[in-house]
């Protein structure tokens, strides 16, 4: 098969593995972008048997490398860390690859579910649960044994507490998004109430690049009283739009000064229980 190909085939699959790694879409789609170059250059590459594979081998160890480089900035990082939002660019569903990216997988609360795990936790148990490799397979990707891979799998399972059913469908979802924004431009606390649970918590990452809550906002009421100042300051000076934001219906908001800020939001009890905004504008620029 050629490169292109292979390109073609497995560039979306490979992204959606890079992105859950890393939370980030720039460096997901540098690294395969440099898996792709990297096999090309390969000069045995017509020995390979298993490209896909191969593929993710490659794929993998980067992101790790990647990760443990980048682990003291992390530390470092001013205020709430959130992935880089992954905006639904209207891809068709024709493509079996495709479905890596549809899935609730992809959604904020379980990529922040994801970050609790160690590096390698991730790796195995992206590998194993998401794309459905062999232990064995998985062993030979991350350096590590069969046994300690189903080992770390089975560790990594029981701490990632993620229901789907707990998820609305996209278009209750789109319903409830859109009525949140209407209540809350309109000052409507009863409906709000109905859509909100009473103990949400906003995350704001600025990464203290712009201003933004350093720290979680706790419960309904902390939550409508920043809403509502924000929106009191910003009167007449942001638009708005709903677009899909992981996977699940969201918004993106953008100011006259520039800024712009994308929200998503997780579910419980069919009420809105986290509300995620990124402002960060050096996370934001693929957008």
């Not at 898996?35 to 045995?44: H, V």
């Not at 024709?94 to 936790?121: C, F, G, M, V």
Request: aromatic share 10%; glycine share 6%.
């Amino acid at each position: 098969m050629s490169i292109e190909e292979l390109y073609k085939r497995y560039k979306t699959e490979l992204f959606s593995l890079a992105y859950r790694m890393l939370g980030s879409v720039m460096d997901a789609e540098d690294i395969v972008q440099d898996a792709f170059l990297s096999y090309n250059g390969l000069s045995d590459a017509g020995t390979i048997r298993n490209e896909r594979a191969f593929l993710y081998k490659i794929v993998t160890n980067r992101c790790l490398d990647l990760l443990r480089s980048s682990a003291k900035k992390r530390e470092m990082y001013v205020g709430p860390w959130l992935p880089e939002p992954l905006l639904d660019k209207g891809t068709p569903d024709n493509d079996p690859s495709h479905k890596y990216l549809r899935s609730e997988s992809i959604s904020t609360a379980y990529l922040l579910l994801l970050q609790q795990l160690s590096a390698t936790e991730r790796a195995v148990f992206l590998l194993r649960e998401i794309f459905h490799y062999s232990f064995e397979e998985i062993a030979d990707m991350v350096g590590k044994s069969s046994t300690n891979c189903r080992q770390i799998f089975h560790r990594a399972k029981k701490s990632i507490h993620f229901d789907p059913d707990e998820q609305p469908s996209v278009s209750v979802a789109e319903e409830n998004i859109k009525e949140f924004v209407n209540s809350l431009l309109q000052g409507n606390t009863a409906k709000l109430l109905e859509l909100v649970s009473e103990n949400v918590v906003f995350y704001s990452d600025g990464g203290g690049k712009v201003r933004a809550a350093q720290v979680p906002v706790v419960g309904f009421e902390q939550v409508l009283k920043l809403h509502q100042y924000s929106i009191n300051l910003h009167e007449g000076k942001i638009t708005y739009s709903f677009l899909m934001v992981n996977g699940l219906p969201g918004i993106r908001l953008r100011s006259d000064e520039g800024l712009q800020y994308v929200y998503s939001f997780a579910y419980r009890d069919h009420k809105i229980e986290a509300i995620y905004a990124v402002a960060n504008p050096e996370k934001l620029r693929h957008l």
